[in-house]
């Protein structure tokens, strides 16, 4: 059976698309810029960091682009005073909630978290931070965990089991507690699941994940041999 192609409108142009595909899909498909941290190309979406929300004519809640499938007649708008508003605070509250020190971090310059705030015109955080200790995992040999950057988009933890395969990583806790940890809570560097693929670092849109003595334009000077890296910031090196 072929899958319908339905037509609705984007920001006032009309647009069409497969039944199958979300909004965020028909949306980049026709050059509209929806800004996203959670969703990746080629991973499955998981509508949780929620930047990507849009407004629907007809309704008074946001939709998350990434996870909501398009509807014949449906009138999006994916930029307004609103969702403006509304992405800033989630960033800010991303921000305020580890310790993101961007002059100090490995990836300063080549971060999807700082990069969105810049586009954003995010210039202060007025939420107060939270800044919780949490630990720094450096026990693997080759890479590092630092849960003080980390904003719990689990990217790493779908490429490692639906790209890699290992299922190395999983998360822990909840709320502000909440840890991204390998072989249900064991040190990196003992995981007896773990490749050592790197796919996880590669994926991390912080600098949470990250290659020991290596900068991050060393970290990704190869080009992406994979469909699931065309959204990361390998691209951006
Ligand atoms: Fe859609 Fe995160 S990108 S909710």
Redesign the pocket.
């Known amino acids: 059976m072929t899958t319908p192609i339905l037509t609705l409108t984007i920001d006032g142009k009309e647009v069409s698309g497969l039944a199958t595909e979300t909004i965020?899909q028909v949306a980049r498909e026709n050059g509209f810029s929806i800004?996203?941290?959670?969703?990746l190309e080629g991973l499955t979406?998981?509508?949780?960091?929620?930047?990507?929300?849009v407004e629907l004519r007809g309704s008074t809640a946001l939709h998350?682009?990434?996870?909501t499938l398009i509807q014949e007649g449906m009138t999006v708008t994916t930029s307004s005073e609103r969702l403006l508003r509304y992405r800033r605070a989630i960033i800010e509250l991303l921000f305020s909630e580890r310790n993101h020190a961007c002059a100090v971090c490995v990836v300063n310059g080549h971060c999807e978290l700082q990069s969105l705030a810049q586009q954003l015109g995010l210039d202060h955080i007025s939420f107060p931070g939270l800044y919780p200790a949490l630990p720094v995992d450096a026990s693997h040999s080759r890479f590092v965990m630092d849960h003080n950057r980390c904003i719990l988009?689990t990217r790493c933890v779908r490429v490692c089991s639906e790209i890699e395969g290992a299922h190395t990583w999983d998360v822990k806790d909840r709320g502000i507690r909440s840890r991204i940890v390998a072989d249900l809570d064991t040190p990196w560097g003992d995981s007896t699941t773990c490749t050592g693929c790197g796919k996880c670092v590669h994926v991390c849109p912080t600098g949470a994940l990250f290659e020991k003595g290596k900068s991050v334009a060393e970290m990704f000077k190869k080009p992406p041999a994979l469909p699931y890296l065309k959204a990361t910031r390998a691209q951006e090196v």
């Open positions: 965020l800004p996203t941290l959670c969703w979406s998981v509508g949780s960091c929620r930047l990507c929300m998350p682009a990434c996870i988009c």
